[in-house]
């Protein structure tokens, strides 16, 4: 199995910035496309940003599109967000995700998800 940990969360105020990791175990951590999916509180997980296993194509939900960047180095087992200008709507619990079938956005179409980290943003 894969096994994926989150790091980095933490609290901000708006149009500042904060760096997620997420550590993946296993050595076939490179196949695996890579996601971040988000969760307010009320709210469905929604997705966020993805990556294809080989890095080549990103994706972002809309709303964050030119904030965040989403990326990976298969070296280290790490995928990455890098969150600016970041707004008090993206407060949430931040998950990273690994699935086998592509970057996509729906959360039931991955196979591993990490135990989430807080982002809060305040005002």
């Known amino acids: 199995q894969v096994q994926l940990v989150e790091s980095g969360g933490g609290l901000v105020q708006a149009g500042g910035s904060l760096r997620l990791s997420c550590a993946a175990s296993?050595?076939?951590?490179?196949?695996?496309?890579m996601g971040w999916f988000r969760q307010a509180p009320g709210k469905e997980r929604e997705f966020v940003a993805a990556?294809?296993?080989?890095?080549?194509?990103?994706y972002y939900k809309y709303s964050v599109k030119g904030r965040f960047t989403i990326s990976r180095d298969n070296a280290k087992n790490t995928v990455y967000l890098q969150m600016n200008s970041l707004k008090p709507e993206d407060t949430a619990v931040y998950y990273c995700?690994?699935?086998?079938?592509?970057?996509?956005?729906?959360?039931?179409?991955?196979?591993?998800w990490g135990q989430g980290t807080q982002v809060t943003v305040s005002s």
């Open positions: 995700a690994a699935g086998s079938r592509g970057p996509v956005a729906l959360p039931r179409l991955y196979d591993y």
């Open positions: 296993g050595r076939t951590f490179s196949t695996y496309a």
């Open positions: 990556m294809s296993w080989s890095g080549g194509n990103t």
